[in-house]
């Protein structure tokens, strides 16, 4: 729990994202506990946060639970 606490703190890009969902000991528990935010808190948590541009948010929170899906063909968010 304590390494996983450590993790959390240091991802801020889509690549620690990828590694933390496939390279890691605990990959594939993080992929089912992102998967379990994603369906059940992930809108609250967009709509209690400071963010003033929800839309943009809630646009791209489906992109990134397709990623959860398939975590090494995930390179971007946006489709080109």
């Not at 304590?2 to 620690?16: H, P, R, W, Y």
């Not at 369906?39 to 639970?65: D, E, G, Q």
Request: some cysteine; overall charge positive.
């Amino acid at each position: 729990m304590e390494e996983m606490l450590q993790k959390k703190k240091t991802v801020n890009t889509i690549a620690d994202l990828r590694k933390l969902w496939t390279d890691h000991k605990y990959a594939r528990c993080v992929r089912i506990i992102s998967n379990i935010f994603f369906r059940k808190y992930s809108l609250s948590y967009i709509f209690n946060s400071r963010v003033c541009n929800f839309k943009s948010h809630i646009k791209y929170r489906h992109r990134l639970w397709e990623a959860i899906a398939n975590p090494n063909g995930f390179r971007h968010i946006k489709d080109y």
